[in-house]
């Protein structure tokens, strides 16, 4: 059984923030497959699918982004998913808008909602995939990350949003390194 766990924030006023594209992404893969998170269950949303033949929980946690690790540790005791097969996406600031990097065993980069997750699973040892938001240095960093997502950042984040779901989809039965040596090569100018 796979754990894909995307992360952000519940209710309406997060929608279309930069904090939220873990549950982006979800929704994406979901939505192409005429399904949705339609299951709740401590505190997380979710909808279970068989792919590959191997049992996928596609999960949003319905607590705050500082308190996901709450939610995730739940999910992994109730239906005994092993730390190997968790992949936790989040937005990151230190990518530019648009770039995924797929990572694991690495380190919260200051990151409330991982930093949350490590501290309930006690390890950081899962994987994750990493969608770029940018940063902007002159806007406080909270105000940033809840900050929504202008159009022409949605535009851009369109193909990116389909690049992470099937990144996703392929981490349920493809080698993780052979994923990021996949997903995480530079753009050469």
């Not at 904090?19 to 893969?29: A, C, L, Q, R």
């Not at 709450?70 to 005791?77: A, L, N, P, S, T």
Request: aromatic share 8%; charged share 30%.
């Amino acid at each position: 059984m796979k754990l894909i766990v995307g992360l952000g924030n519940p209710g309406k006023e997060y929608k279309n923030t930069r904090h939220n594209v873990g549950f982006d992404v979800v929704d994406e893969y979901l939505k192409k497959h005429n399904q949705n998170v339609n299951k709740s269950k401590f505190e997380g949303m979710y909808s279970e699918l068989i792919i590959n033949g191997e049992k996928v929980i596609f999960l949003e946690p319905q607590k705050y982004m500082n308190l996901s690790g709450e939610v995730v540790r739940k999910y992994v005791d109730y239906f005994k998913i092993n730390i190997e097969d968790i992949l936790v996406i989040q937005d990151d600031l230190d990518q530019e808008l648009g770039k995924i990097k797929l990572k694991q065993n690495s380190s919260s980069g200051g990151h409330n909602g991982i930093k949350n997750i490590e501290m309930h699973l006690g390890t950081k040892n899962y994987k994750r995939l990493k969608i770029g938001i940018s940063n902007n240095k002159k806007i406080d960093t909270k105000d940033y990350v809840l900050g929504k997502l202008s159009q022409k950042e949605k535009k851009a984040l369109e193909p990116v949003l389909e690049k992470a779901a099937n990144a996703a989809l392929e981490s349920i039965s493809h080698p993780f390194q052979e994923l990021m040596s996949k997903y995480n090569t530079k753009i050469k100018n």
